[in-house]
């Protein structure tokens, strides 16, 4: 142990990071940044090719700053996971996602772990990061990293620390953020906190890889259900003529006892939840409960009323159009934003998706404009095969309505609201915008 903690306060320790998405690569800068040598693991030949070159893939991340990362030949990115032999730390940072069934989809966690187990070493430091339910650390990594004969906690340490990027928030970086973590044992936190205390500002270390496990998704199920409330509060206030955006604002100004915009505690309806984590965590708790005979009333409500708002923003659609004497059959309707997000290029479990699939399902003539998204990307589970449509008066013009679905602050709304028919505003990202008597807020 002692060798490793020199090794970490000498900033000589090797770090070598699984996973170089939107949390690996970031965290590989921020290692970097911190005087680590560190080495990129991926199974996705083109991230790597890119990173080696010197390009970034994500839109938050310039190409000048992964050039910056290779400088000095201290930075490498690998499919070849026998060099994970000469690390010290490995980071694992593959997705988790849930499967069909809604469960969780540990394939990642286990693959990752089946590669690491044959070049794993005495006296390194393994250390989980992706999110998931409590218990993933002991039950499904340790049992397969043990099948290399080396015992976690004796030959090995083993630490749990979740990540909590928050992609494109420009005032918050990695080594900003608070590293809450979890060690197998006292040795292992103790290296684990070493390592992060190196590289970020602040390090929260808690009594298990359990706890700290459960922090992250109770983060997420926070989020997760608040959102839900606004949802459904935007529908109840509708129906009664209220605009929940302007209580939302009003009730902000306590000073004490409701969220606040400066720290995300504050939060906005929208047309539902996107992202890869909000939408999925909080079922990697609801399955794990069942273990337990637990049932998880608030996260499978808090579900339901967020992937129902696609289908409240439809409706509202409908009846708009049905005001102008049209059907949503036929209806040229273009969706503004396939991110889930502002000003992001992510669109995972974005609800723009599952509002042009059920759109093109009703028979409109649905498109779609991301300047972030060129293209929509096949993925797991969907493949809507469009390019994003470029935003001219005209094309305006001729649609029966324009859906905005996430508010890039790039678009300029006003222009947007003054060459469309129907402005359907799931976001209220009209608000300034004077002339009303286009926009239905939904
Ligand atoms: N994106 C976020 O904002 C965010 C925030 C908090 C937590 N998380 C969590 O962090 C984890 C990673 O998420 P992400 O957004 O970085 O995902 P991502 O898809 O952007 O990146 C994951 C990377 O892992 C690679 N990968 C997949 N399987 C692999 C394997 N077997 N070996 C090596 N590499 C492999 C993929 O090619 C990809 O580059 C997830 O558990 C997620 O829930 C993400």
Redesign the pocket.
């Known amino acids: 142990m002692q060798d490793l903690m020199k090794r970490i306060q000498n900033r000589k320790a090797v770090v070598g990071i699984?996973?170089?998405?939107?949390?690996?690569l970031p965290l590989a800068q921020t290692f970097r940044a911190s005087g680590f040598p560190v080495i990129g693991?991926?199974?996705?030949e083109a991230?790597i090719k890119a990173l080696m070159a010197g390009r970034s893939y994500i839109k938050h991340i310039t190409a000048a700053s992964v050039r910056e990362m290779r400088k000095g030949d201290h930075f490498s990115a690998t499919s070849d996971f026998s060099r994970l032999r000469k690390v010290d730390a490995i980071i694992i940072?593959?997705?988790?996602p849930l499967t069909k069934e809604r469960e969780p989809d540990m394939s990642?966690i286990v693959?990752?772990s089946e590669?690491i187990q044959p070049n794993l070493k005495r006296g390194q430091l393994v250390v989980l990061?992706?999110?998931?339910y409590p218990g993933t650390t002991r039950e499904v990594m340790i049992p397969i990293l043990g099948r290399s004969g080396l015992v976690a906690g004796k030959d090995y340490y083993v630490a749990f620390s979740?990540?909590?990027?928050?992609?494109g928030n420009p005032n918050f970086s990695t080594r900003q953020i608070p590293k809450v973590v979890g060690g197998l044992d006292k040795e292992s936190l103790a290296l684990a906190s070493a390592l992060y205390g190196a590289a970020v500002q602040r390090v929260v270390p808690v009594s298990s890889c359990e706890v700290a496990e459960a922090t992250?998704v109770t983060e997420n199920i926070y989020r997760c259900v608040n959102i839900a409330l606004v949802n459904e509060l935007k529908m109840i206030y509708d129906r009664m003529g209220i605009d929940v955006w302007e209580v939302l604002e009003a009730a902000g100004t306590k000073p004490f006892g409701f969220g606040k915009k400066e720290n995300k505690t504050f939060f906005t309806p929208g047309p539902g939840l996107g992202?890869?984590?909000i939408p999925?965590?909080p079922f990697y708790l609801t399955w794990k409960a069942r273990e337990f005979g637990c049932a998880t009333r608030f996260i499978e409500l808090a579900g339901e009323i967020n992937t129902g708002m696609p289908d409240y923003v439809i409706s509202r659609l409908m009846f708009a159009l049905n005001d102008r004497g049209r059907a949503v059959r036929g209806a040229k309707v273009c969706v503004l934003g396939l991110a889930y997000k502002p000003d992001v290029d992510?669109m995972?479990e974005s609800p723009s998706i599952t509002l042009i699939e059920k759109l093109k399902g009703l028979g409109a003539k649905v498109s779609y404009n991301d300047p972030y998204i060129p293209k929509a990307p096949k993925q797991r589970e969907h493949n809507l095969g469009l390019v994003s449509v470029r935003l001219t008066p005209k094309f305006l013009a001729s649609q029966d309505a324009v859906i905005i679905s996430t508010n890039h602050s790039d678009y300029d709304y006003a222009w947007i609201v003054r060459h469309s028919r129907l402005v359907v505003d799931s976001r209220n990202a009209c608000v300034k915008v004077r002339n009303r008597s286009k926009i239905i807020k939904a």
């Open positions: 699984i996973g170089m998405g939107y949390v690996g693991f991926d199974i996705d991230k940072c593959v997705p988790t990642y693959g990752t590669a990061e992706s999110t998931t979740p990540e909590r990027e928050d992609p992250k992202g890869h984590c999925i965590d992510d995972r």
